[in-house]
């Protein structure tokens, strides 16, 4: 019986795949607090294209956010804040 098989191969690999998308959608929706401002940004999918056009303006490899220093976070926001949308 082979079909049973499959079956749950498939069952498998499909609770695999949505575990890893929603794991991975929960990690990047976080909340900044943005201290130069005053204010908290919520990281979605929007911010995250905003985030990298900054750094393709400057010419930066892609680094996540967490990992920057504090000094370019805070440069980041200041410039998020003349850069809406």
């Known amino acids: 019986m082979r079909f049973p098989r499959l079956v749950r191969s498939l069952a498998f690999g499909l609770t695999a795949m949505t575990l890893t998308t929603s794991l991975t959608a929960c990690a990047r929706n976080r909340d900044y607090f943005d201290s ?11 911010e995250d294209a905003a985030y990298r056009r900054w750094e393709a ?6 680094i996540e ?6 000094e370019e976070q805070r440069e980041y926001w200041t410039w998020r804040h003349s850069h809406p949308g």
């Open 36 to 46: 130069v401002n005053n204010d908290h940004h919520r990281w979605d999918s929007r």
């Open 57 to 62: 303006e400057r010419r930066m490899d892609h």
């Open 65 to 70: 956010f967490e990992r920057r220093r504090a």
